[in-house]
């Protein structure tokens, strides 16, 4: 296949594929046997990771909000035990008129897909081996990916996956048949930090719910319900919320802390501070599950039986 086309004016064209450190490299018997190991069906498809493809934000329109290409050099850096070696993938390699090599295309330029065939091993084996922006690739660098390859089995089973989670996620907000009951949802909305929780009505609760969770695209909906799931987890997430409405603590956004507060709202202690790795919701829960004088104190305050009483 073609990556990407070139003009040039230069003489002397020769044909190459793979390149190590400028000097061409053919790929062994044993290497096509492991590209073809690995890649048990042909052709295979390179595609948009999911990174770089989400729901479109728009009511009105139903196709995925994707590029509308992609591009990365087909050059890669990769360390070996004498150094760094330098990897290109090239269609075609041509001298300027100062005996210079150009190795053409430079970069890849891709539109969502392309098709690799048997024809293509060189190519397969430098995007899976050496590019840097191939998702999972063994010289990946970790980074929002640019190509992956596809594998259709395991998509099926993410799709699935996803689409069952969706519909629990729905069910058990909204479904008065399955759904959690009243006093169940409103719990979960404080878990969730949700403020005056106890104020709205039960189907505004439902969609305080279904806003808060769907802020994070990607694992929104299985956290809530993993934390559904555990109610130990529930129960401490929902006290910390009551105790912030009921103004026996609050966080202050511009000092980035936890504080209690006395008979008049203002603060009074530091409980805890909130680090840029955690967020203001998991610092105050860790704090309760990790400190048992803030817990003893909490629960006191809002006057939470003991285990002994």
């Given at each position: 296949?073609s990556?990407?086309?070139?003009?040039?004016?230069?003489s002397?064209k020769?044909?190459?594929?793979l390149?190590?450190?400028?000097?061409?490299v053919?790929?062994?018997?044993a290497?096509?046997?492991?590209?073809?190991?690995?890649?048990r069906k042909f052709?295979?498809?390179?595609?948009?990771?999911?990174?770089?493809v989400?729901?479109?934000?728009?009511?009105?329109?139903?196709?995925?909000?994707?590029?509308?290409?992609?591009?990365?050099?087909?050059?890669?850096?990769?360390?070996?035990?004498t150094?760094i070696?330098v990897?290109?993938y090239?269609?075609?390699?041509?001298?300027g008129?100062?005996g210079?090599?150009?190795?053409?295309p430079?970069?890849?330029r891709y539109?969502g897909?392309?098709a690799l065939t048997?024809?293509?091993?060189?190519?397969?084996w430098?995007?899976w081996?050496?590019?840097?922006?191939?998702k999972e690739?063994?010289?990946?660098?970790?980074?929002?990916?640019k190509?992956?390859?596809e594998n259709?089995?395991?998509?099926?089973?993410?799709?699935?996956?996803?689409?069952?989670?969706?519909?629990?996620?729905?069910a058990?907000?909204?479904?008065?048949?399955v759904?959690?009951?009243?006093d169940?949802?409103?719990?979960?909305?404080?878990?969730l930090m949700?403020?005056?929780?106890d104020?709205?009505t039960p189907?505004?609760?439902?969609?305080?719910?279904?806003q808060r969770?769907?802020?994070d695209?990607?694992?929104?909906?299985a956290?809530?319900l993993n934390?559904?799931d555990?109610?130990?987890?529930?129960?401490i997430?929902a006290?910390?919320q009551?105790?912030?409405?009921?103004g026996i603590?609050?966080?202050?956004?511009?000092?980035?802390?936890?504080v209690?507060?006395?008979d008049?709202?203002?603060?009074?202690?530091?409980?805890c501070k909130?680090?840029?790795?955690?967020?203001?919701?998991d610092?105050?829960?860790?704090?309760y599950?990790?400190?048992?004088?803030?817990?003893?104190?909490?629960d006191?305050?809002?006057?939470?039986?003991t285990?002994?009483?």
């Amino acid at each position: 296949m073609s990556v990407g086309g070139f003009g040039s004016q230069h003489s002397f064209k020769t044909f190459a594929m793979l390149y190590k450190n400028d000097e061409q490299v053919k790929l062994t018997p044993a290497q096509i046997k492991e590209i073809k190991s690995k890649f048990r069906k042909f052709p295979i498809r390179a595609i948009y990771p999911e990174e770089r493809v989400n729901e479109s934000p728009s009511a009105h329109n139903t196709l995925p909000d994707k590029p509308n290409s992609l591009s990365f050099p087909l050059k890669a850096s990769v360390k070996s035990e004498t150094g760094i070696d330098v990897w290109r993938y090239a269609e075609n390699v041509v001298y300027g008129t100062d005996g210079q090599k150009k190795f053409i295309p430079i970069n890849l330029r891709y539109t969502g897909s392309i098709a690799l065939t048997y024809k293509d091993m060189e190519l397969i084996w430098f995007l899976w081996k050496f590019c840097p922006y191939t998702k999972e690739g063994e010289n990946w660098n970790k980074k929002v990916p640019k190509i992956e390859f596809e594998n259709l089995v395991e998509r099926a089973d993410a799709k699935a996956q996803k689409e069952e989670q969706k519909a629990d996620f729905k069910a058990l907000i909204y479904s008065t048949k399955v759904g959690l009951k009243e006093d169940q949802l409103r719990k979960v909305a404080k878990a969730l930090m949700i403020p005056g929780v106890d104020e709205l009505t039960p189907n505004q609760v439902r969609l305080h719910i279904e806003q808060r969770v769907l802020v994070d695209r990607q694992n929104g909906i299985a956290n809530f319900l993993n934390m559904v799931d555990s109610e130990s987890v529930l129960n401490i997430r929902a006290s910390i919320q009551t105790a912030v409405d009921e103004g026996i603590i609050k966080f202050i956004a511009n000092t980035k802390e936890w504080v209690w507060t006395d008979d008049k709202g203002k603060r009074s202690e530091t409980i805890c501070k909130v680090t840029s790795r955690t967020n203001r919701d998991d610092a105050i829960f860790n704090t309760y599950a990790g400190d048992e004088s803030f817990k003893e104190r909490l629960d006191s305050a809002l006057k939470i039986p003991t285990f002994e009483e």
